[in-house]
């Protein structure tokens, strides 16, 4: 089935400092890669949805100058934490959407705890 | 745009029981309705999904409920067992291809032995 990796699973980096996100779809092609963070004890709130070879549509209220994010193929995204500060340590987790009809890509990455010290 | 509401926020039940979770949406739109279990620390995994234009689905000890008029949808867990504690939350979505989630606050289920 589907497989989606997701790296790093967690990172610790200095206030000021850029830190890099990738997801991979393993098996199949992700034409649709969606971002989310989740705040500890709370849900998982969408920041963007990314589709290969295109700009990202950002959810309101997330910088698009602070979350970069890069869906260059079929099978990676990435999103970078610019000039992180310790108020984005979150739990950052990629989703890969489907294609056409099947149920593919409703399978998360592992997550990335981000740690902004 | 869709707002999905889930209850209880914690849950306890005795190994065993039953644990129903409830969830509403807004938009009379969305098509499909997945669950998911989160373990801490780990990514949320896939249990059950439910599709508009059925009204249940079971699958072993785990069934979902739908009922499209009303807008809810529940999860229905039969003979609990301690491994079931965790974090599960719902979400609603306009299609399962290509489509984002909007997720529920969540529930955490505690099943006390």
């Known amino acids: 089935g589907a497989v989606v990796s997701q790296h790093p699973s967690w990172v610790i980096c200095k206030s000021g400092t850029s830190v890099k996100i990738e997801c991979r779809s393993l098996d199949f092609q992700a034409t649709t890669m969606f971002w989310y963070r989740q705040f500890p004890k709370q849900s998982l709130m969408l920041m963007a949805t990314s589709n290969e070879g295109s700009k990202a549509t950002y959810e309101q209220g997330v910088e698009k100058d602070k979350f970069l994010i890069n869906h260059a193929s079929l099978t990676l995204s990435t999103l970078t934490v610019t000039s992180a500060h310790p108020e984005d340590s979150s739990f950052y987790i990629c989703?890969?959407?489907?294609?056409?009809?099947?149920?593919?890509?409703?399978?998360f990455g592992s997550g990335t705890r981000l740690t902004v010290v | 745009g869709e707002n999905v509401e889930q209850h209880p926020s914690t849950l306890s039940v005795q190994e065993g029981d039953s644990a129903v979770i409830k969830c509403t949406y807004s938009?009379?739109?969305?098509?499909?309705f997945p669950w998911y279990k989160q373990e801490l620390g780990k990514r949320p995994q896939l249990i059950i999904d439910?599709?508009?234009?059925?009204g249940e689905k079971k699958d072993q000890r785990i069934a979902v409920t739908l009922n499209k008029t009303a807008k809810h949808f529940s999860l229905h867990i039969t003979e609990t067992q301690p491994e079931d504690s965790a974090v599960y939350f719902c979400a609603a979505s306009k299609g399962w291809s290509g489509q984002n989630f909007v997720f529920g606050p969540g529930t955490r289920l505690s099943v006390l032995p």
């Open positions: 989703s890969a959407g489907g294609q056409g009809g099947q149920n593919y890509g409703y399978t």
């Open positions: 439910i599709r508009s234009n059925v």
């Open positions: 938009d009379s739109a969305s098509n499909y």
